[in-house]
């Protein structure tokens, strides 16, 4: 690490004196119910945020308070076969953000730094060569990047030629040689009208500072064959994006879905991952936001387990997880884990609350870090083993 990252790194041990850590508040543990695990957090705009691994009953095992400070989507992560934490840590402006993207040892030290990316997504895969049998990591990592287009379409007043608009990237990044295998540009693939989020606000497309964020990449997967899912909130739409050439394979959701849901709906959605790619039977998981503070909530949010038949262009609701309270909103973040025996963790954005359910469906672990109508969240909650800091 640079000598000014480390004076900013150890000047948090002095900030961490000042403050007091949150607090895990169990609300419901049911015995025998529970996956054995620890809870990942990163609670932000709450005193002593920073990153944070609490046990099941609400004691805190790790504090990053004097080491980091407020960081984003801290969660242990692999790399060189070996386990090391992953987190982000910068500057958030109107929704996304400009920092680093740090993988850390098992002392908490800083191993890898992936700089000028957003905060969305941090997501490292592992491939194999047959051939030589040597694993690769692969990090999956977003930024936002404001352009200029004309936009007067979307009534924006300015001169049509000085329009900004977020073009999102994803990059798929070589962690040992750090350079870019794969770099995918929302501009090049999605038609501005594809946007459910008009100019307005802060991102009314008027300025670089307010440039219209059509897109938000949420998350980044990518499947075994190569093929990436991406997700975006503000068009409410689930891609596939090849990994040979960037073309979209098929839309699920928004306003060109590829597929019918049957039943079903979500919108404004997080952390869409692949929980299996089977055949023409791709299984989803997501976290449904339902509301984006932009328009009209659709719903409550919820986490949902989502089944695409490419063959019979058709999605269906497996399981839906609903949050103990309904009529409250969850308009930022949120995650969904799918856990062993088929239990399911949910962080839940801006309700700083988890919850872990049981398959069915049955709530069978809640906790809070802060009171809801407070400006406290965590970008996401991940549960794991904690084997603490060495």
């Not at 019979?312 to 609903?322: C, D, E, M, P, S």
């Amino acid at each position: 690490m640079h000598l000014a990252g480390t004076i900013a790194w150890l000047s948090f041990g002095l900030l961490a004196a000042t403050q007091s850590p949150p607090t895990l508040t169990v609300e419901k543990n049911v015995a025998g119910a529970v996956i054995p695990g620890s809870i990942y957090l990163a609670p932000n705009k709450i005193p002593g945020a920073a990153p944070y691994v609490f046990n099941l009953t609400g004691s805190t095992v790790f504090s990053g308070l004097a080491k980091t400070g407020p960081v984003h989507n801290f969660h242990p992560c692999t790399y060189n076969k070996t386990e090391h934490f992953c987190l982000w840590k910068g500057t958030v402006t109107i929704g996304y953000g400009s920092g680093d993207a740090l993988v850390l040892d098992r002392q908490f030290r800083v191993v890898k730094t992936l700089p000028n990316v957003d905060f969305h997504e941090f997501n490292i895969k592992q491939s194999l060569n047959p051939t030589n049998g040597k694993v690769t990591d692969t990090a999956l990592l977003t930024s936002y990047i404001p352009v200029q287009r004309d936009l007067s379409a979307f009534g924006v007043p300015n001169d049509p030629s000085q329009g900004w608009v977020i073009d999102c990237h994803f990059r798929a990044v070589d962690l040992d040689s750090g350079k870019t295998v794969f770099d995918w540009s929302s501009l090049d693939h999605v038609p501005l009208s594809e946007s459910l989020v008009l100019p307005t606000g802060g991102i009314n497309g008027q300025s670089q500072q307010f440039a219209w964020d059509y897109f938000h990449m949420s998350s980044v997967d990518r499947l075994s064959s190569g093929d990436y899912i991406v997700s975006s909130r503000h068009t409410s739409t689930i891609y596939r994006v090849s990994g040979k050439d960037g073309s979209i394979t098929w839309r699920l959701g928004g306003k060109a879905s590829t597929f019918t849901l049957e039943g079903f709906k979500f919108s404004s959605q997080h952390h869409v991952r692949v929980i299996s790619d089977v055949g023409n039977v791709l299984t989803l998981s997501l976290f449904d936001n339902a509301y984006n503070a932009f328009t009209p909530p659709q719903g409550d949010p919820s986490g949902k387990i989502i089944e695409v038949d490419v063959a019979t262009k058709t999605a269906r609701l497996l399981r839906q997880y609903n949050f103990p309270e309904a009529g409250l909103e969850a308009y930022d973040g949120g995650s969904l884990m799918v856990l062993p025996k088929g239990n399911v963790f949910i962080g839940w954005g801006s309700l700083p609350y988890v919850t872990e359910f049981t398959s069915d469906g049955q709530l069978v672990y809640s906790a809070r870090f802060a009171v809801y109508g407070s400006s406290a969240f965590s970008y996401r909650a991940f549960k794991a083993p904690f084997r603490g800091i060495t």
